[in-house]
């Protein structure tokens, strides 16, 4: 009876069992049993970091006032909020002129800092977007349109981002 309140040493884990899968995600009861087992440098994958960039003419910051032809920004943010909700690292952008030179230069910024890159805008006469991705940053377009409304215009697309070189 005594015994049933004691453990064998070394009966926490047996020997070569599998305590964490790969691509876990470690919570804090993991970080217990690591430290058990004296292990204090582990390999972990970086949480990516996610860039929120509006684009348009048209659209101000919450904060502006209203002018005639203009709306205010919601969907960033509530893309960033969306993101934090999810635990991801959401960075603002800001927004970018509807030009390309613009485009470039918001996505040049946001590179630096970021490891994905969400854009929203309207669909113009011209996607700009898609030109800058293609011309300035030799990204390869996956899609670029899905049968959904809202939404119809989306583009997804990926690049090699070096910054001597854009």
Known sequence: IFS???RIIGSDVSKNSLVLKKGERI??????VLAM???TNILVYKRPSIGVISIGNYICEPKEKLAPGKIRDANRFTLIN?????RYKSNDCGIAKDNPDAIKQALEQSFTRNDVIITNSSMGEVDMLKRVLVEDFQATIHFSRVNMKPGKYTTFATLMYNETCG
Do not use: A, I, P, T
Not at 27 to 32: A, M, T
């Open 82 to 86: 969306l993101l934090k909700n999810y």
């Open 4 to 6: 049933n309140f004691f």
């Open 37 to 39: 087992l004296g292990k």
């Open 27 to 32: 919570k804090h009861f993991s970080l217990g």
